[in-house]
C-alpha cells in the first residue's frame, strides 16, 4: 500500500512516555534487542571509517523492527539489516547525521599526533621550568582553547542531531531521498524542540544509570533509548487514514 507523504503534529512529543514505553517495547523482546543492539554498537563503534557509511542503514534496520514491534508485530534478528534495502539514502542521511562526530573525531586525532610529536609533560631536571611563567600561561591558554572547542563541538553536535532526529526513520518507513528526509525533520524537530531537548535530557540519565550499574546496564539502555526515539518519532509522524491509532500494546497518540 502507498503511503501519503507524512505529515507532521506540533508539540506531540511526550518524553516521559518515550522512556517508559521505550523500557515496555525492549523487555517484551529482550534477547532480540540486546543482541542487535550488541551487534549494532560493535559495528558502529569498532569498524573505523566504514562505521559512518553503515549507520544509517543499521539504525534504519533497527527503527523498522521498533516499529514493527508496536504495532505487535512479530521481529527476528535478521530484520535489522532491512535497511541495507535501501542502502544508498540511508547511507547518505547516516553520514550527514553523523558529521559532528567526524570533525570531533578529526580534532582529536589533531591533537593526539601533536601530543605524539611534541610528548607530554616535562622532563625531569629541566631547567627553564622554574624560569617565568609564561610557559603556564600558554598552557592554560591551549587548555581554554581546547575546552572552547569542545564546547563549540558538543554544541554544534546537539543541534544538528536534533535538527536530523527524525531523518532515519523517514527515509526508512516512507521511502523518502535523503535530502526530503532531512529537510522534513528539520521542519518537525522544530516544533517539536521542547519535547527533543526532555527526551535527550531524559536519555542521558538513562545512559547514565546504565552505566552506574556496574557498566553492562548500558547495554540495556541503549535499546532503551533507541526505542524512546522510535516512539518520538511515531507521536511526531502518527499512523494516516486507516492506520492511525493502531497500538494495541502501547495505547494511541
Known sequence: MDMQPPQHLSGAINAGDCIANGWSLVTQNFGIYLATSLLAILIIVCVPCVNVLL?????????????????GEPVDFGMMFKGFEQFLPLMVVGFVVSIPDIGFQGVQFIVDINDLFRGSGIPAGDATFFQGDASVDRGLAQLWLLAGVAFAFGLFGFIWKIMLFFAVPLAMEYKLGPLDA?????SAAMSNMGGLILLTILEVLVAIVGVLALCVGIFVAIPVIWAANAFAYRQVFPYQGEQAGQYPQFGSY
Open 182 to 186: 532531512m529537510k522534513l525533520s528539520v
Open 55 to 71: 549507520v544509517g542503514p543499521i539504525m534504519g534496520g533497527i527503527y523498522f523492527m521498533m516499529l514493527r514491534s508496536m504495532r
